[in-house]
């Protein structure tokens, strides 16, 4: 479709795990529609990802907005995220008045809504792009009426907690800022979901056959689309893609070690660029993998104290510092790595999951279940053991396990899961006659028909794309 150039801004916020979706949204919009793209972020992404960057697109790195007197230094993840955008609203103010901005429109990511504001000041058409699925959206944009019907906490209700034609969530698996409604990132969430309400649109990363009813309900339903009430494209999936430069030592000895495995032999373990782990849990995973006998890769990340799950998430910290063998011999159970050396690989550094997960080898993914890390599995067709850390993590969890029938889960939601546990879910994911394998597998095609020319998500996104052209002329 012919856009003249239109000048697509996205607002990013910290962490790699926000900016990966947001590179793949820039490249289509750029490679497949013409746009140009400017994306304002305070992350510096890995310099991998800009081997192959368009011309087009143009990466404004944005002053890191000074937040120790703002908030307490204790504060949740989510809370540093919101205020962090709040902040930096001066340095993207100032950012867009030194850009032209002729047709220009303007993209938040889902924690920027604050800054519509400056759209509005600048006079352009204002998008929020949700990196996630309907399902989430949806609880996000209705907590604001729970906020009101529901009295103490929601943890501790027996009963799911209901949303207008959607799938209700099971107290257990609300998203973190619901787990405690005096902690100031509640209150940002529920500010967060008001805001999506005031924009254009909203991009999501799903499509159409994953989530139908979902897309429905928040389009159609009266209640819940009353409160989105900006239509709702289902663009998805955006996700990372193999790209053959960039390569360095650690990754070329990973997949030359994959290539002497049997095809769809090997499980895939990581937990993304942010997810941590305990000491104790880390133990019990090592003994969990050593015990089912099955070939495995683990990208391991240094446990913390305490256990805290997203410790990693503004670094994607591997260690640094200390050497591969330091890592390994400070963390996992003596004699592990000699025991398992003839079935398993342990890797301490950066790789490119989305190759690993391509390659052949690849049977099955234990993973934390963030969004991205999800796309990435599922659009391999790998049967998943879902092993959510934080964040949205355990609604995404739960999606795969109870709706798209794609993955096993731990009984053990939060507490310590046990190494017998650990060894039954590879089990069942790896047995080759899985039938989490065959879903997986449709899942796949559908996905790879979404996106084809003609498919639901690319009509939706030309829909979306016309939305903007009328709204700059």
């Known amino acids: 479709m012919e856009t003249s150039k239109l000048h697509a801004v996205i607002l990013c916020s910290p962490g790699i795990g926000h900016f990966n979706p947001i590179l793949e949204l820039a490249n289509t919009l750029i490679l497949h529609h013409g746009f140009k793209v400017t994306i304002l972020t305070a992350t510096t992404p890995p310099a991998y990802q800009f081997l192959h960057s368009p011309e087009d697109l143009n990466i404004v790195t944005l002053p ?5 007197g703002v908030i307490d230094a204790n504060a949740s993840l989510f809370t540093k995220i919101a205020v962090e955008m709040r902040q930096s609203r001066s340095n993207i103010r100032l950012a867009l008045s030194e850009m032209d901005r002729t047709r220009t429109l303007f993209i938040a990511d889902l924690f920027g809504t604050e800054s519509f ?3 509005d000041e600048f006079r352009m058409p204002k998008y929020v792009f949700f990196p996630s699925t309907a399902w989430f959206l949806s609880l ?23 949303i207008p034609g959607c799938k209700p969530v099971r107290p257990e698996d609300v998203v973190d800022p619901m787990l405690d409604r005096r902690d100031q990132q509640y209150m940002e969430y529920v500010r967060m979901g008001i805001g999506f309400g005031l924009s254009d649109g909203i991009l999501l990363n799903t499509w159409e056959d994953l989530e139908h009813g979902t897309l429905e309900a928040l389009r159609k339903n009266e209640e819940l689309s009353s409160l989105v009430k900006a239509p709702v494209y289902a663009i998805g999936p ?24 049997p095809r769809e032999s090997v499980l895939y373990v990581s937990f993304g660029s942010g997810g941590t782990m305990s000491a104790d849990q880390v133990t019990e995973l090592a003994w969990g993998l050593e015990l089912s006998g ?10 913390v104290e305490g256990g805290q799950a997203d410790a990693a998430f503004f670094t994607g910290g591997s260690g640094e510092g200390d050497t591969a063998e330091e890592i390994l011999g400070k963390f996992l159970p003596h ?25 052949p080898s690849i049977g099955g993914f234990m993973s934390h279940c963030g969004w991205n890390s999800t796309l990435e599995g599922i659009t391999k067709s790998l049967p998943m053991i879902a092993w959510p850390l934080y964040a949205e993590q355990r609604m995404n969890a739960a999606f795969l396990t109870d709706e798209a029938g794609v993955a096993v889960r731990s009984k053990e939601l ?7 546990e650990i060894k039954n879910m590879v089990g069942s994911v790896m047995e080759e006659n899985n039938p989490m394998r065959k879903r997986a597998q449709e899942i796949q095609e559908s996905a790879m028909k979404a996106i084809e020319v003609g498919g639901s998500s690319h ?11 009328s709204k700059l002329q």
């Open 335 to 359: 004699g592990f790595l000699t025991r398992t050396c003839n079935v398993g690989m342990v890797i301490t550094r950066w790789a490119h999951q989305v190759e690993i997960l391509s390659h």
């Open 117 to 119: 504001e400056l759209a």
């Open 140 to 162: 996000t944009s209705y907590c604001q009426v729970l906020d009101k019907e529901v009295e103490g906490q929601f943890v501790d209700r027996t009963e799911p907690l209901w």
């Open 459 to 469: 009509k939706a996104l030309n829909l979306f794309i016309q939305d903007c052209m």
């Open 238 to 261: 955006l996700k990372g893609s193999c790209r053959a430069d960039g390569c360095d030592r650690a990754r070329d000895s990973t997949l030359t070690w994959l290539d002497r495995q």
């Open 414 to 420: 939060l507490a310590l899961k046990k190494r017998d």
């Open 294 to 303: 099955r070939r495995f890769l683990w990208k391991v990340r240094p446990p």
């Open 64 to 68: 890191p907005a000074d937040i120790s």
